[in-house]
């Protein structure tokens, strides 16, 4: 028996009867992009509304007397819905559907079963999977290459059935059914219970599906198909946008035109040259800078070796700068008796730093630097340099390093 999600996938509230409710966990990503383990229960009901996932199409999202469920996956013939609150057998519950979770993944499924039938009978391009996408779908076509005329022949294609409003029919066969060896499919779960579900499109294609889908092809609105992607092993991914998703997509690409046309000083059509042109721009200050601050690296070295203060322990800091330049500087003056304590970036935030000079001093100062300005970093060779987090420590370091200097004076 299929589910009521399935039966009826326009319906986005019905009752039914709890029939089992055990502990679980459910492992999830969290905010933080680390793995989670939720302590919750597994719920089975008499029957669902909320589609468990599976066939390429993620999992309805919905509520259980108000309890969230975070996830619903299937088993067999019945589907475990994940709550964090128990619900007891034989309480008859009322299940309510995030309805525009629902209606996007229908028209986003619906969707790709009408790409793969136009692809497949205009150009032969076969479908081997696809994905359901949080943004976008992307299916994929066993081909190594599509050019860019098929992709618009398709798009034409399947825009044209969307506007002949064909209807979108599914039915129930029994897997001895001589019908079912004619319906495209790609293979049934090793654990498949029931009839067999075939989702027609009526003079287009018929294909066992478990997913949901609108019941006529009016209901995807439009389709943009967005490119193509080199896939694996021969393969080609073509992604697209149904329905609603369109036209959140025009909205996102309208604000970001109207933002650049402000920026830009200029006309929409205009856009990609003024971006290139500011590019080239920025690439011509880039190099300018750079070789001013080779000089002015130059010029600091020779004025550091010529300071009367020379000696001991030498420190500069820049706001501007980087490692190059710090670099420079040290490579200029060459000491190896000298320690040389470079550092750029903000004075009371984050920044670069460089030590230089005898290789066993350098050795033994330049990790303890780090530690005091709250970086990481690593050197050879009378050089040490990294990160630092910690960049007003740098009175800190200097006092480390005149404390070695003159511990070192007074033992020779």
């Known amino acids: 028996m299929a589910f009521r999600c399935q039966r009826d996938s326009y319906a986005r509230e019905f009752t039914t009867t709890v029939v089992s409710c055990r502990p679980a966990e459910l492992q999830t990503e969290g905010s933080n992009g680390k793995k989670e383990v939720l302590s919750g229960f597994q719920v089975v009901l008499e029957d669902t509304l909320l589609f468990p996932e599976g066939g390429g199409q993620p999992d309805d999202h919905g509520t259980i007397n108000g309890i969230s469920v975070l996830r619903v996956t299937r088993r067999g013939a019945q589907a475990d819905h994940f709550t964090q609150t128990p619900l007891a057998p034989g309480t008859e519950v009322q299940v309510r559907v995030d309805w525009e979770r ?54 034409q294609s399947v825009n044209e059935k969307i506007r002949d409003r064909l209807p979108v029919n ?37 294909n066992m599906c478990c997913g949901t889908h609108v019941s006529n092809l009016s209901d995807l609105q439009v389709i943009k198909i967005l490119g193509i992607e080199k896939g694996k092993k021969n393969k080609t991914n073509l992604a697209f946008l149904a329905g609603n998703r369109v036209l959140k997509w025009m909205e996102r690409s309208h604000g970001t035109e109207k933002a650049l046309t402000a920026l830009l000083k200029c006309g929409v059509e205009d856009h990609v040259e003024a971006v290139k042109k500011l590019q080239n721009s920025t690439k011509l200050l880039q190099k300018n800078n750079l070789n001013l601050l080779r000089d002015l690296a130059v010029h600091v070295a020779h004025s550091l070796r010529n300071s ?14 980087d490692s190059e330049f710090m670099n420079i500087i040290a490579n200029e003056i060459g000491s190896e008796e000298t320690l040389l304590f470079l550092t750029v970036g903000d004075e009371k935030g984050a920044g670069l730093f460089l030590l230089a000079g005898p290789a066993e001093a350098v050795e033994t100062l330049g990790p303890r630097v780090a530690e005091v300005l709250e970086g990481k970093g690593a050197g050879k060779k009378g050089r040490f340099q990294g990160k630092a987090t910690k960049m007003n420590g740098r009175a800190e370091a200097q006092a480390l390093l005149r404390d070695y200097i003159s511990t070192q004076s007074a033992e020779e």
């Open 308 to 321: 009367p203060d020379w000696g001991g322990v030498v420190t500069l800091h820049r706001k501007e700068g």
């Open 102 to 155: 629902r209606f996007d993944h229908m028209q986003q499924h619906s969707g790709q079963h009408l790409i793969t039938a136009v692809a497949d009978h205009l150009f032969g391009l076969k479908t081997t999977s696809w994905e359901l996408g949080r943004l976008r779908s992307v299916i994929e076509l066993d081909s190594p290459s599509v050019t860019i005329e098929q992709v618009a022949t398709i798009e």
């Open 170 to 206: 599914v039915r129930e066969l029994s897997l001895d059914d001589p019908e079912v060896e004619q319906v495209r499919g790609r293979g049934l779960p090793d654990d498949h219970a029931g009839p067999i579900r075939v989702v027609t499109i009526e003079n287009v294609d018929a």
